[in-house]
């Protein structure tokens, strides 16, 4: 019944050819039932001998012969039964198999689109917080969702809310930190309409976002108002992931306890690998290089744009270069965030910078000042809030 209906065809018509035809034609098995071989045979049978006489030998052969060619009947009528059920089974089957193809078509887009879906939401992810980062988050959900599963239902909605209870915070060192400010940008937002001035951001930091992503040692942090702040040398880009510089550093963990749940920050030290390659020297002068490079480009991508009043856009930057620490801050729309005294201080490079120009910390000169591709002039001391008088730089027009 699961052969196709042509191959049934061809094995019921060898069987008829064979069987009911060939065979007995050779062995005389059709003379059997000659009139003389009937008649005989009628004759000796107790049941046919008095009612089948010499005369009466049709009417014997209607009421008796086809007895006699039951088996035959039957044999001949098997193959016919084989072939009419072979053909609805094959119909059955065709149908089947067309369903059957149908659905894996369908499941095989459905799991396209998921898959589409799923890179579609990854790179959005991605571009919020680097992609270790973004990966251990999604790590430990998976850990809180499959703990769910272990708690009573009145337990769900506390535990759910406890998704980023686990944070894990970073400490960087020899990261560069950039700041850029547009100038005028507070007077010019007081004239102007607020989707012209949403409109105007958008494509001045989205330009910026190609030149970070040209270099794959700057990561962008966040954008402020009007600031755009960049970071090189914290080792979540590609070229140094954390993912692998975590394998070998320790791990110290405060554990506090509250009454409600219990939270764990863990503190990790991150060197990069590039670090121990090339010394301390040539790692934060990659960084240092990278995020002025990135400054230039902006200043002068600011110039092709003009704000909503009319006038030319004009950004100043500042940069500076420490230890900072990252993490993960909050648990609704959760930011990728660096904390330290370096980022405050490359935030005052900018706001006590010049218009149009780049302003660096000393730290910051001592690691770039041999690169023959940068021109620097000499600032002096420079009141910076909090911190007091600081030597800084301007990089040479």
């Not at 012969?65 to 089957?93: E, F, G, K, Q």
């Not at 095989?108 to 589409?116: I, Y």
């Not at 490359?346 to 730290?363: F, H, L, Y």
């Not at 591709?373 to 027009?397: C, D, H, N, P």
């Amino acid at each position: 019944m699961t052969l196709p209906l042509a191959s049934t065809l061809e094995i019921m018509t060898l069987y008829v050819a064979i069987y009911i035809v060939l065979l007995p034609t050779i062995n005389g098995g059709w003379t059997e039932f000659s009139n003389s071989n009937m008649a005989t045979l009628y004759a000796s049978n107790p049941d046919t001998s008095g009612q089948c006489g010499p005369g009466n030998t049709e009417l014997c052969d209607i009421l008796y012969l086809p007895l006699y060619l039951l088996p035959v009947l039957l044999a001949c009528t098997l193959p016919y039964i084989c072939v009419i059920a072979s053909y609805h089974m094959d119909r059955s089957n065709r149908s089947t198999f067309i369903q059957k193809k149908l659905v894996q078509l369908l499941t095989l887009q459905r799991e396209q689109d998921l898959l589409r879906q799923k890179k579609e939401s990854d790179n959005l992810l991605y571009s919020m917080f680097p992609k270790v980062i973004a990966e251990n988050l999604i790590a430990k959900q998976a850990e809180e969702e499959e703990a769910e599963d272990n708690l009573s239902t009145s337990m769900r909605a506390l535990a759910g809310s406890k998704m980023l209870d686990h944070t894990l915070a970073c400490m960087h060192q020899k990261v560069t930190i950039l700041f850029t400010d547009i100038v005028g940008f507070t007077s010019m937002s007081q004239t102007c309409l607020p989707f012209e001035v949403m409109s105007f951001l958008h494509n001045l930091f989205a330009a910026f976002d190609d030149l970070v992503d040209m270099d794959s040692d700057l990561w962008k942090v966040e954008t402020i108002g009007d600031a755009f702040m960049v970071a090189a040398g914290l080792g979540v880009t590609p070229s140094g992931s954390t993912r692998e510089l975590l394998e070998s550093v320790e791990y110290h963990v405060n554990v506090d306890q509250e009454s409600e749940s219990e939270r764990s920050i863990e503190t990790v030290t991150v060197k990069s690998k590039v670090l121990s390659k090339h010394g301390d020297c040539n790692f934060a002068f990659q960084n240092g290089k990278a995020s002025i490079a990135f400054g230039k480009a902006a200043l002068s991508e600011a110039l092709h744009h003009r704000m909503p009043n009319g006038k030319m856009c004009e950004v100043r930057a500042g940069v500076h270069t420490g230890d900072v620490c990252s993490g993960v801050v909050g648990t609704r729309m959760p930011r990728y965030c660096l904390f330290g005294d370096t980022v405050n201080t490359a935030s005052r490079m900018e706001s006590t910078g010049v218009p149009g120009r780049i302003q660096v910390s000393e730290a910051t000169y001592d690691m770039v000042c041999d690169d023959s591709s940068f021109q620097w002039e000499e600032r002096g001391s420079v009141e910076i809030k909090g911190k007091g008088k600081m030597k800084t730089y301007l990089l040479a027009q």
